[in-house]
């Protein structure tokens, strides 16, 4: 078995031992489903051509058709995405919706493309693999370095290919392609409603302050989410560095420094705001710590500098799980990523509802259903933790794994 999907799986086996279960059942989950590996060929405006690796995982579909994006990454393996397909299917579950996990990758660096060339790699993905995915089957979305744009030609390329409209095969699509609103911001959303729910037992009150690591999508709509509800952002980071401002960052202002020049380091020299290196983000002084960049962020090795109490994990696994042990140890509370990042998901399955049921949600429906959804679950997580004293990641994969294992007959 490869090693990251490996160290994935220990989260399952853990929360088998705290269910009477029959442990060779696990055993269904040990590898995936289905992996297709293809070869993608594209033409480059030039003329010559260019071939690419490309997986997409259908990691158990146990409870429903496979659900999860198709990442673009010159880091993405086969591991990798059976990793993430897996997560996903522990997510769905997590969240009660009708689906299982799946996800895609292709082994490259976009930016290296033309508007062009990415528009044939997209379609070219979907003429490979629309054997594999399909609106009862396996349902792609964006991920890393995937967008609405990507969604809209694999969707009109698969429509192309069965011969009718079906915008049930992918989601996150634009709006005018039948995306749903509330998509940008879901996943903070979620991971915003998840804190809430919670805020008061883990003691933050408002004025407490946070530090955000990944400053991208997900980052800065909790920092806006955040401000607005009273918490002082004290920090935030991206790939290219971090800042600090110990009274409170404007996310406003500091978001349209973002967009002028392309990362948050340029907004250091205003307001009391200073620049601090990248690691030493995790290290500020704060109540909460955001995890919104990338996986093993927080591992054996920095996981005793971290000086928040609460960590909100909206990144996939940016936690390692030599690293839970130690944060346990501390008594530092971790919401974990198949619960605190599932917003995404659950917006997902509602646009795949609505656009079955072709009829479209006001964006106040669509935050009150992610908001129900997301509470009643932390709160059964939240309950589970509690009862059975282990941690809610624990309880999380308890909570799933009850469900998974529900649904074999
Ligand atoms: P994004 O690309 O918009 O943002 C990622 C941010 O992390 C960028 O600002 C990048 O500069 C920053 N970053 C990269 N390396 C860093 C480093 N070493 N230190 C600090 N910052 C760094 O991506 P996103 O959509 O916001 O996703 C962020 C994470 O959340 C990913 O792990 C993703 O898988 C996970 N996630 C996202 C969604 C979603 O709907 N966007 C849903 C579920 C999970």
């Known amino acids: 078995m490869t090693r990251k999907l490996k160290k994935a799986l220990t989260r399952l086996v853990d929360a088998g031992k705290h269910l009477n279960i029959d442990p060779t059942i696990l055993k269904k989950w040990e590898f995936p489903q289905e992996t297709t590996h293809a070869r993608l060929t594209i033409r480059m405006d030039d003329g010559s051509h260019k071939h690419f690796r490309a997986w997409r995982c259908r990691y158990d579909d146990t409870r429903g058709p496979t659900k999860g994006g198709i990442r673009y990454h010159q880091s ?30 292709v082994q490259i660096d976009p930016s290296c493309l033309s508007k062009t060339e990415l528009e044939r790699l997209a379609r070219r993905y979907v003429q490979i693999f629309a054997k594999v995915i399909g609106p009862n089957r396996d349902i792609p979305a964006p991920d890393v370095n995937t967008n609405k744009m990507t969604m809209a030609w694999m969707a009109n390329e698969y429509d192309s290919i069965v011969g009718e409209w079906t915008p049930a095969v992918i989601t996150g699509k634009p709006i ?54 009273g918490y002082k952002v004290v920090a935030v980071s991206d790939s290219k560095g971090a800042i600090c401002c110990p009274a409170g960052l404007d996310i406003k202002k500091l978001n349209a420094a973002k967009e002028r020049n392309g990362n948050v380091t340029s907004f250091a020299g205003s307001d009391g705001v200073s620049r601090i290196a990248a690691d030493e983000l995790i290290s500020v002084d704060c109540e909460l710590l955001v995890l919104a960049a990338l996986e093993d962020m927080i591992h054996a090795g920095n996981a005793a500098n971290v000086k928040a109490s609460v960590i909100l994990e909206l990144a996939n696994s940016p936690i390692t799980p030599e690293a839970d042990e130690i944060l346990k140890n501390r008594g530092v509370v971790v919401l974990p990523d198949i619960l605190a990042n599932a917003g995404g998901v659950v917006v997902s399955y509602f646009e795949w509802v609505q656009n079955r049921q072709g009829d479209y949600w006001s964006i106040e429906d669509i935050h009150a259903r992610l908001k129900t959804k997301m509470e009643a679950e932390a709160a059964a997580i939240w309950a589970c933790a509690k009862d059975k004293n282990i941690t809610l990641r624990n309880a999380a994969y308890v909570h799933a794994l009850l469900r998974l294992v529900d649904a074999i007959y």
């Open 176 to 229: 005018s392609l039948g995306g749903s609103l509330g998509r940008d911001d879901a996943t903070a959303r979620g991971g915003y409603y998840v804190l809430g729910l919670m805020a008061k037992d883990l003691g933050l009150i408002p004025g407490a302050r946070v530090a955000v690591q990944g400053f991208g999508n997900a980052g800065s709509y909790i920092a806006q989410l955040l401000e607005s509800a």
């Open 76 to 105: 993405v393996t086969a591991d990798e995405v059976e990793t993430l397909a897996f997560l996903m299917t522990a997510k769905c579950a997590v969240m009660n919706l009708p689906f299982g996990g799946g996800k895609g990758g």
